[in-house]
């Protein structure tokens, strides 16, 4: 199996795993806060809650496009300098929106850029802790930079009372770039970009991160609608909104907690860890099944193993591959990475429209049916993985 590269420059593990949280968050930001700050925006750019899907969906995709060529840029300049990069142009994106956001059309055009932040962020993020970070502690770091995500979707709830409903929700996205640019005192320096032999940068098992991949998008299809869908599903059951967003916020803290303690448990388990995501995927599936049933119990188990369990493998994901390319971290996770960009583009669009259609218990049964195939690629992806190790060995 491919051993890490031994860095010449003393390793920093809490610096790393601290910077990789906050610039995640930085760079994650612009997108949760708009998500955050939908009813606000939406009232004074004058769009609807279509609008925000498709500008949301927009955003993703940009991110999916600007995946590939993030992990090489983390390859070819260091993880420090394009971690950096990233976050100022987050700020810039948040800043833009606070000033330049006139409609819908100008809104989507400046997230392109926090898509792009969020992509080198992302990557970069992924390469520092591969480099900085010892191989027994990996899973944890890589457990706690994804609980950032959940964190940003808090945060940007956060925003509304205290501040959108305050002084506007444009001072929002300044306060928030001013908070995203003390990130930038936190990146780890790094050693630089890592010289490779070029039997060394080819010998990835590329055939198997694409099956990941897929099973990535398919999955973060329907981890995505349920977030996106969750609330105006319940409540069109009959559940009380605010009981279904404080399911949805349960939801958020199991996924937060699952994402650290899956990265701890990967440390002491470490091989096989696909195999994982693919039971993780299984229980979520029958998680999004129960939402297609109505009444508050399913419901809220619904989305602790739908939500809480289905979405909390990002981490160990990138744990599986970094683990076994750490020759070229950001670029092998790019592929990868790239999958769950894709559902987070597609999903919202494509259940969206069979919710709209057939129904959101028809919906539900769908997006169950994404998250089991995702298990089953997982499955397939992870024994392409084993195979591939095994010829390092």
Known sequence: MAQPITSPVTRRPVRAATGALTTTIAVSIPVFLVGGLAVQIGDDLGFSPAGLGLAVSAYFGASALASVPAG???E???STNVSRFAIGLACAALIAVALGARNLWSLIAILALGAAANAMGQLASNSSLAEHVPPRRQGLSFGVKQAAIPVSTLLAGAAVPAVALTVGWRWAFVLA???AAGALTLV????GPQRKSRAEAGDRA??????IGVAATLAAAAANALGTFLVDSAVERGIAPGLAGLALTLGGAVCAASRITGGWQADRFPTRQVGVIAGLLATGAIGLGLLAVSGTVPLVIGVVMGFGLGWSWPGLMNFA???????????????TQTGVYAGGCLGPLGLGSIASVSGYPAMWTVAAVLMLCASGLMLVGSRMLARHGAKQI
């Open 72 to 74: 090489w840029l983390a």
């Open 76 to 78: 070819k300049f260091g």
């Open 177 to 179: 770039a001013v908070l």
């Open 188 to 191: 780890p320096r790094s050693n």
């Open 206 to 211: 590329t055939s198997a991160l694409v099956v």
């Open 321 to 335: 591959v970094v683990r076994l390319h750490s020759q070229a971290p950001a670029a092998a996770t790019s592929i």
